[in-house]
């Protein structure tokens, strides 16, 4: 297969930081699309994937799956997009396409899944090489139209942070009328607190840095509770329908199953490195629930894009140059963003 090079952010190893290198992309095939990368989201599974912390890397190492660019070329059997399209692509990049989850718009089930980075490209052996980079080139039914009324830059992390968060909010049928909790106001939390506002929900957050409550009711919380105040947490006992946990560190996990009504659910979408003890009477004294959810499929992932569109819902950011990336790693370890670093790839190009 014909290849053409393109410019990239690359770590060899664990240990060594990301650095400029030249990386080689197949040319565009009969159902490709060929995207020049304009910004490209940092999303914590880049710092996971990047130092091995999962234990499958393969290296070198290319993150970055929350991708928006501009249409450079496509094959010619595409026919939902052209040239000049600005267009998103997200976790995935291929699958097997005929499994039951699959054929249920459930792709990010697939046993054969192809993730953006991390998996094995099958046209060109290897690993797959993410968006920390100039182009991309992807099948036709892996790329997502973005609505244009949206700011490309802000709406990057929406390709993960967003679906991540849409996802078990629908799955859940949060609306009108329920009671919604959101646990840490990060990438992902933030994400929850805008769409449960924008689905009717009373949004309670939930955080333990008194100087997020302002900034958590600007962004749509009618409530904000410290979460490390006894009396705060017993005045919410038995009182949620849905609760979105967006924490990747270790913690309680009881202390939010005791809020949730009969019947109600608590979902994990943020992952901490060590298991999370659940404690039986909390979930069986009510018939409480406790699951966890996965970013979403490709119909989902580009409904959430209308609906962000239709609601002019994109992430809060703080725009990066490429040669800043390690530096933002070190500072996303401390939260010390709002809430979501993007890549300015012109800054690669130059």
Known sequence: MRTTSARAYATPSATSPLAATTIQRREPTEND??????????CHSDLHFARNEWGFTQYPAVPGHEIVGRVTAVGAGVKKFKVGDTVGVGCLVDSCRTCPDCLSGLEQFCAETTMTYGSTDKHLSGPTLGGYSQSIVVTEEFVLRLPANL?????A??????ITTYSPLRHWKVGPGQKVG???????????VKFARAFGAHVVLFTTSPSKIADGKRLGAHEVVISTDPAQMAAQTASFDFILDAVAATHDINAYLNLLKRDGNLTLVGAPEKPLPVA??????????????????????????????QHNITCDIEMIRMDEINGAYER???????????IDMASLRD
């Open 157 to 162: 992390p929406l390709l993960c942070a967003g």
């Open 33 to 42: 699309v060929q995207i020049e990368i304009l910004f490209c989201g940092v």
């Open 182 to 192: 959101i646990v840490g106001l990060g990438g992902l939390g933030h994400m929850g």
């Open 332 to 342: 996303m370890l401390t939260s010390d963003v709002k809430y979501r670093f993007v």
């Open 151 to 155: 700011d490309p830059a802000a709406a």
């Open 280 to 309: 039986a009477f909390p979930l069986i004294m009510r018939r409480r629930s406790f699951s966890g959810s996965l970013i979403g499929g490709l119909p989902e992932t580009q409904e959430m894009l209308d609906f962000c569109g």
